[in-house]
């Protein structure tokens, strides 16, 4: 009776730890679905941060509500990726009260190590944001 009763101790115990080992491997096999970076350091630029969030496939990246778009003639979205490449992707001001608070990252950036906000007009760097590792 006693070796019965502890083989049923014993085996929903295994069963426990079979469910639990399920669960924490399963949460290991998906992905963040965003990645936020840290927050933007710049003459202009110098609030808010930029998450990256990956959904069918395709990559977004979309300004916190905090930012505060700088004061400047023409802020465009500057992309870097991990081997320093700059993209010059979209406008971030496209009317008078009207922004770009969120992109599509195009195919041809392969990932993303930093968003800089960039000026076209006086081609200068107005803060940039870093991710802690390149996102995708």
């Not at 778009?69 to 009260?97: A, N, Q």
């Amino acid at each position: 009776m006693q070796d019965v009763r502890m083989a049923r101790i014993l085996g929903i115990a295994l069963l426990g730890l079979v469910v639990a080992v399920g669960l924490v491997a399963g949460n290991l096999d998906a992905a963040p679905n965003s990645h936020t970076s840290k927050p933007f350091m710049g003459p202009k630029a110098n609030k808010g941060t930029v998450t990256h969030t990956k959904e069918n496939g395709k990559s977004t990246l979309t300004l916190s509500s905090d930012f505060v778009v700088p004061d400047t003639p023409d802020p465009h979205w500057m992309l870097v990726d991990s081997k320093g490449t700059t993209y010059l992707v979209k406008k971030l001001r496209i009317k008078e009260d009207k922004y770009n608070m969120s992109i599509e990252v195009p195919a041809y950036v392969k990932d993303v190590a930093k968003v800089i906000i960039w000026c076209a007009w006086a081609e200068t760097n107005l803060g940039e944001a870093s991710f802690d590792s390149p996102v995708k």
